[in-house]
């Protein structure tokens, strides 16, 4: 499986931006697919994550402001991005990982990046 995300730039805070992941080769019928992301310096985080059946998990700190959206048909996964503050600014990873067989793949980043 191979991961392309796209959709990353240069916003001003309040902005919105959407990033777009897809999948390319055979996808588990149990799975999440997820975004993360890295600041310079920092560790990287969960942003936000939806499972194969629906079932959505954000971090704190974007709850209200991104929405995590998936489709089949197309192996896409979206991330709605309103509000962004200054904070928001990292490399977003898209991530897809397979649990019951332990799996965790990665495309590579798109930078965002906010300016207050």
């Known amino acids: 499986v191979q991961l392309q995300a796209s959709g990353g730039g240069l916003v001003q805070a309040g902005g919105s931006l959407r990033l777009s992941c897809e999948a390319s080769g055979a996808i588990w019928d149990d799975h999440f697919k997820g975004w993360y992301r890295q600041a310079p310096g920092e560790e990287r985080e969960l942003v936000a994550e939806?499972?194969?059946?629906?079932?959505?998990n954000y971090a704190e700190s974007v709850k209200g402001r991104f929405t995590i959206s998936k489709d089949d048909a197309q192996k896409m996964v979206y991330l709605q991005m309103n509000n962004l503050r200054s904070e928001d600014t990292a490399t977003y990873l898209c991530?897809?990982?397979?649990?019951?067989?332990?799996?965790?793949?990665w495309g590579q980043g798109t930078q965002v990046t906010v300016s207050s």
């Open positions: 939806i499972s194969s059946w629906g079932a959505t």
């Open positions: 991530n897809l990982r397979v649990p019951s067989r332990g799996l965790s793949m």
